[in-house]
């Protein structure tokens, strides 16, 4: 982990910053998996549960805000440019998880998937990130189904996506109380409706829901990581902070 022992100038760009330093500051919360997706990167961070890419994703730039954050891979969305980390149970737990990337999305406001744990085929999610189409204003949103595919647990934004905007996206569920964050604050929180899809064993999914339901985003991710655990609202709002 890298430490730095002297003060920094508010609002400037330390020239000690380097690619790493957003990575350590994650790191402190002991995620189960980290993908930096830095420069179309398929490597994973913790475990090496590496990413397959389908398509060819391409390197673009980082979020502005975060300067640690370089590079980032972007999916054009119509060329059915995905990602896809092979099943694993830690991807399935039936406890406390946490969930959180840098999306941008670039056009389009049908429903999309940012990205998730789902199987190849078929409608269940244990966990995932999509954006709700254009009769729901094109807001992002966070839930877990059942396991026919209809929502456990949701909670959505109350604001319209800025198309070419960088966002911090993270979900907590702590018990059966799902909470959205979106730029290191709370948006929405929502309690059950349903019972909660159990896989055992998942894929994750980038940039698409599965094969079944492609639901294919247009777009710019970096840094997707998962926890099992619930991260408190401090550490979310400290890895939104962190440069």
């Known amino acids: 982990m890298t430490n730095y022992s002297r003060l920094r100038t508010p609002g400037a760009i330390d ?21 930096p997706l830095a420069g179309a990167s398929t490597t994973e961070s913790v475990s090496g549960r590496s990413i ?21 891979t972007a999916f054009a969305g119509a060329f059915s440019q995905y990602g896809n ?12 998880i946490t969930w959180e990337a840098w999306v941008l999305r670039a056009s389009g406001s049908a429903a999309a998937s940012v990205c998730g744990a789902s199987p190849n085929s078929g409608n269940p999610c244990a966990w995932g990130i999509d954006t709700q189409g254009a009769g729901s204003s ?10 026919a595919g209809n929502p456990y647990v949701a909670a959505a934004d109350t604001s319209t996506i800025t198309l070419g905007t960088w ?3 993270a979900v907590t569920l702590l018990g059966t109380t799902l909470t ?12 059950p409706s349903g019972t909660r899809y159990a896989p ?6 980038i940039a698409r829901y ?26 979310v709002a400290s890895h939104y902070a962190a440069v």
Do not use: C, M
């Open 138 to 147: 094109n807001k992002w949103r966070a839930f877990i189904t059942d396991s």
């Open 167 to 169: 966002y911090h996206l």
């Open 180 to 191: 959205l964050y979106v730029n290191g604050a709370p948006v929405s929180t929502s309690g």
């Open 210 to 235: 599965n094969s079944t339901f492609t639901q294919y985003f247009t777009g710019s991710i970096a840094y997707l990581a998962f926890y099992g655990a619930a991260l408190s609202a401090a550490s």
């Open 85 to 96: 980390v092979a099943a694993n149970p830690v991807f399935g737990p039936s406890g406390d």
């Open 15 to 35: 020239s000690v910053v380097s690619s790493t330093e957003y990575l350590a500051a994650i790191l402190v919360d002991n995620p189960i998996a980290v993908w």
């Open 200 to 205: 055992g064993s998942v894929p994750v999914q």
């Open 52 to 72: 397959s890419f389908n398509g060819t994703p391409t390197s673009t730039t980082g979020p502005p805000t975060t300067p640690s954050i370089a590079t980032a």
